[in-house]
Structures are given as structure tokens and as C-alpha cells.
């Protein structure tokens, strides 16, 4: 039998990859659809969050996954907004790239100093 701990961690996994998957499919659509209607945009959204409904939502800490916790709550609340298309998805561009942005800061580090680490090559 596994501890409670390992199925805690399972379902937390579970539903930051259903977040992660709702959130890429509707990104991608918004990328590659040429000619956006506010009602294709609710239909995609309503299909993409079938996968959110099979998992159930659980108390995210990490700082990147509550940002895309709430991108994903702001994607579902713009189908129901009076905006207009191009200002959401506009807004929903601008707000994954911020997210991305903030994940690659971390990854990548810039060197300080640079140049002067191949003083002692000379």
C-alpha cells in the first residue's frame, strides 16, 4: 500500500500536468488559428478544461505554478468577458511570456564579469 505522502504527491503532479496541458493547448491554438471568434475561443476552452475536470484541484505553493494556476483561472474567465478577442488573447500572450521569462531567468545566469575569465588564458 503506498503512504498517504506518495498519493498526496501523485495527485499534486496529476493536476499541475492537467494545468500545464490545458494551459499549452490553448496557447497553441491562439498561435496558430488565423481567424479568432469569441465563440471558437469558449469552445476551445470548454474542451481544453474536460481535462481539468478529471482532476481534482489541490493547494499549489511553488511561485511558477501558482502563476500558471492563475493564468489558467484568467483563460477561463475571459470567455465569459465583454473583451474583445484580440485584447484577450493579446493578454493571455503577454502574461505566458512573462511567465516563461521568469522560469528562464532562474534556469540561465548570466556571468559576471565575463571577459575576465579568460585573463588567465593569456
Given at each position: 500500500m503506498a503512504s498517504q505522502k506518495a498519493i498526496d504527491n501523485s495527485l499534486r503532479l496529476r493536476y499541475i500536468r492537467a494545468l500545464?496541458?490545458?494551459h499549452k493547448s490553448v496557447l497553441s491554438y491562439l498561435l496558430t488559428t488565423q481567424?479568432?471568434?469569441k465563440e471558437s475561443y469558449s469552445k476551445k476552452v470548454q474542451n481544453s478544461?474536460?481535462?481539468l475536470n478529471r482532476v481534482e484541484e489541490i493547494d499549489i505553493y511553488k511561485?511558477?505554478?501558482q502563476d500558471?494556476?492563475?493564468i489558467v483561472k484568467k483563460i477561463i474567465?475571459?470567455?465569459d468577458s465583454d473583451k474583445e478577442i484580440e485584447e484577450i488573447k493579446d493578454d493571455i500572450l503577454y502574461i505566458s511570456n512573462q511567465l516563461e521569462k521568469t522560469?528562464?531567468?532562474r534556469r540561465y545566469k548570466k556571468e559576471k564579469h565575463s571577459s575576465s575569465i579568460y585573463d588567465e588564458w593569456e
Open positions: 500545464e496541458r490545458f481567424n479568432i471568434t478544461q474536460k481535462v511561485g511558477d505554478l500558471l494556476q492563475k474567465s475571459y470567455q522560469k528562464n531567468s
